[in-house]
């Protein structure tokens, strides 16, 4: 009898007769990666797999790692086990892992949103029998408003606090969803700064292609003053730091999922919550999974006992796999989905 296709271990969800593990958060011989945060990929491993686009910022984080890629849709044979890479839509280079073995199919979704966002790869179904998917938005609070709506609100704040002066400083990953509000906002309103490792990313991501609006990279030297009513992209934990304090009079804001749970923005001690995330809502996440056509659905890192739950009130053989994986959070000690703390250092995701 053949050992499972895939089984989940102390470090990592596991492929035995292929011989790797996919985004482990223990150092194993082989890894493949769905995406650059550092919660999926983590240093220490004997050599990586990832998409072509994500190798730029996993090269950035990591350093020197023995790294292959592959292009969206290539099929490769591991050990006589089929893998191939599909986009998930959730930040520039993520994937969905397809693993397949004698007309045996798992598809492990990594991190993914289902709406496009004009830089990512848009998410792709991938039909399988298994599926192990986040739910880290899993309940029906959680539902997006078109990136445009909420991007004309954040115009609107800045363009509010411009005329009155203050900088409007929003909080953001360096990875993803500071390149979002990059590409979706009105860069007519004024100057756009950000955080060094806000713009270490910008640039690995420009370098590779991506059209983002001209940004100043916030230095020591740099005379904020002379920029006023600027947009200050800041990673979370900059806020309410000296490093924000020098802007002066500013309205602070973040940019989550999060901002969707009364209380949330308040604990924050922020002026504004923008309720926009590179996660799969409530009903993006039925929609993606419906599309998989899977019998069977693993749920981790979210509200999984609830989300299984109801999984399994719709039918689904349905699961929790409890894994190393953080998604979105306002309370690591830096981007829990993580980042470099503007020198290069990576900093973020989980121990």
């Not at 969800?13 to 985004?23: A, L, S, W």
């Not at 993803?176 to 990313?201: F, W, Y």
Request: aromatic share 8%.
């Amino acid at each position: 009898m053949s050992a499972p296709l895939l089984t989940v271990t102390d470090r990592g969800i596991c492929c035995p007769d292929g011989g790797f593990h996919i985004d482990p958060w223990r150092p194993v011989d082989r890894a493949l990666i769905t995406h650059g945060h550092a919660d999926h990929a983590r240093p220490g491993h004997g050599s990586y797999l990832a998409t072509r686009a994500a190798a730029p910022v996993m090269r950035h984080r990591l350093g020197e790692i023995d790294l292959q890629t592959v292009a969206y849709g290539e099929r490769l044979t591991i050990n006589g086990i089929e893998v191939s890479y599909h986009p998930a839509g959730h930040v520039p280079g993520s994937a969905q892992i397809r693993v397949a073995r004698r007309g045996e199919v798992w598809v492990v979704s990594g991190d993914y949103k289902v709406e496009p966002d004009g830089l990512s790869e848009p998410f792709q179904p991938v039909r399988c029998h298994t599926f192990i998917t986040e739910c880290t938005f899993g309940l029906p609070v959680f539902t997006w408003r078109p990136q445009p709506e909420v991007a004309g609100d954040i115009d609107a704040w800045w363009r509010a606090n411009a005329a009155e002066g203050r900088a409007s400083m929003l909080g953001a990953y360096a990875l993803g969803k500071a390149q979002r509000v990059l590409s979706a906002v009105d860069a007519g309103i004024g100057p756009i700064l950000t955080h060094g490792a806000v713009e270490n990313t910008n640039d690995v991501l420009r370098r590779q292609g991506l059209s983002l609006p001209n940004t100043i990279r916030v230095t020591p030297e740099l005379d904020v003053k002379a920029h006023p009513g600027a947009l200050v992209l800041a990673t979370p934990s900059a806020l309410g730091t000296p490093w924000a304090r020098r802007f002066g009079p500013a309205s602070t804001a973040f940019a989550s999922g999060w901002m969707a749970l009364r209380g949330v923005r308040r604990r924050r001690a922020a002026d504004r919550g923008f309720v926009l995330s590179d996660h799969a809502d409530w009903p993006g996440l039925n929609a993606a999974i419906r599309a998989t056509g899977a019998e069977r659905v693993l749920v981790t890192h979210g509200y999984t006992s609830i989300f299984r739950r109801w999984l399994a009130e719709q039918g689904y053989d349905a699961h929790v796999v409890e894994t190393g994986w953080e998604g979105e959070s306002l309370d690591a000690p830096d981007d829990a989905e993580g980042g470099d703390d503007g020198d290069g250092n990576v900093v973020g995701g989980a121990a």
